[in-house]
């Protein structure tokens, strides 16, 4: 158990739809990433923030957004949802001056 | 740009066989940061290793050693002999260095490789 925890675990939705995954990171990191995992792209970094405030944006879709709360759990809202974006979602989390990045177990997204 | 090369797709090998994981990387930092992640089937990933570009000393864990070689641009990663449970599939990952010092975190992955091993 890395200790970040992502919800809901599994996602199936209709083209044109919106959501929002949701991540709990390990107690005491203030760094948040997410990333994507889709057969055709791989693993890819999307965004990551520091403390409630973006840090570094990768390949993130301008349909997409995040935001990272006081508390410092994350959310990612995906909307406009095609079928493209079906894959896997994974939400990580680290301390100010990385060594390693604690990866959640995911979220599972299928747009029908 | 940066960018990680997994080349083998997919290995299958018996068990107790070593099996060596190949990684090539390019970046024209000159400070970066070198990873290997595992995802077994139940889809977690989990950290193996990290080695910054200053250190080119060979890592040894229990079954696992890392190989990595500036000169060749590798950091390759070697199971000796093998069990099922290592089946799951690797992945290769470059960062640059951070502000502070450490990985700046956003990791470049390879595209993996899936390590099949049979009993």
């Known amino acids: 158990d890395s200790g970040v925890t992502q919800t809901p675990k599994h996602l199936i939705t209709a083209t044109g739809q919106r959501v929002t995954l949701r991540c709990s990171p390990r107690s005491g990191d203030l760094s948040v990433y997410w990333y994507q995992q889709s057969l055709d792209q791989g693993l890819q970094f999307l965004i990551q923030y520091y403390n409630g405030e973006e840090r570094a944006k990768g390949n993130i879709l301008e349909r997409f957004s995040a935001q990272q709360f006081p508390d410092l759990h994350s959310e990612l809202n995906l909307s406009s949802l095609e079928l493209g974006d079906s894959a896997l979602y994974f939400c990580a989390s680290s301390v100010e001056v990385p060594g390693e990045l604690f990866f959640g177990e995911g979220s599972r997204l299928t747009v029908l | ?119």
């Open chain 2, 1 to 119: 740009a940066q960018k990680v090369t997994q080349a083998q797709t997919e290995i299958s090998v018996v068990e107790k066989e070593d099996v060596t994981l190949d990684c090539v990387y390019e970046t024209r930092d000159t400070t970066y940061y070198l990873f290997w992640y595992k995802q077994p089937p139940s889809g977690e990933l989990v950290f193996l290793i990290r080695r910054n570009s200053f250190d080119e000393q060979n890592e040894i864990s229990g079954r696992y050693s890392w190989n990595f070689q500036k000169s060749t641009s590798s950091f390759n990663f070697t199971i000796t002999a093998s069990q099922v449970v290592d089946s799951a599939v690797y992945f290769c990952a470059l960062s640059e260095a951070g502000a502070y010092g450490g990985s700046q975190g956003n990791l470049i992955f390879g595209k993996g490789t899936k390590l099949s091993v049979k009993p």
